[in-house]
């Protein structure tokens, strides 16, 4: 009986992977749509985000945990390789914005207490060389209006 149903599940898998081999961009699409609706909309950081550095790409953590009764559940966004002219001139000023964009655009941003933005250096000669600086902002202040 289980390997019955084990094959009606496969085959209807290689179906749906069949109705989807024409366009694979549609089934991408699904597929990000499936994990927004998991993560929350916004998960990903929004090309305006990584524009605002110039970055390379950028990689998305987050971290619910409760230590001692107390809260500490974070994102960790680390962007990689920022070239604009505003974030070489500030870029204390440019996290800061990040942090406010993603707060901005993140659906579930007030389950978490803490956003933490990485800007990584890679040197491209040796990319085992690299450098972090990290800024920590509280989200209870990015969603607040001044």
Same mark, same amino acid.
């Given at each position: ?12 898998? =290689? ?5 989807? =081999? ?22 990903? %950081? ?63 941003? =007030? ?12 040197? %491209? ?14 989200? =209870? ?6």
């Amino acid at each position: 009986m289980k390997t019955i149903k084990l094959g009606l599940a496969l085959l209807g898998f =290689s179906i749906l992977l069949q109705a989807c =081999s024409c366009e694979p961009e549609n089934l991408t699409k699904g597929l990000f749509w499936g994990f927004n609706k998991i993560a929350g909309e916004g998960y990903f %950081p929004s090309p305006e985000l990584i524009a605002l550095g110039g970055f390379e790409h950028v990689e998305v953590a987050v971290n619910h945990s409760i230590v001692n009764g107390e809260d500490q559940s974070r994102i960790e966004l680390k962007l990689y390789n920022g070239k604009s002219k505003e974030f070489l001139e500030n870029e204390a000023n440019v996290a800061r914005k990040c942090a406010e964009l993603y707060a901005a655009n993140y659906s579930r941003i =007030s389950e978490f207490k803490t956003i933490d933005i990485q800007f990584v250096k890679v040197d %491209p000669i040796n990319p085992e060389n690299y450098t972090i600086a990290e800024y920590n902002f509280d989200v =209870s202040d990015l969603l607040t209006k001044p």
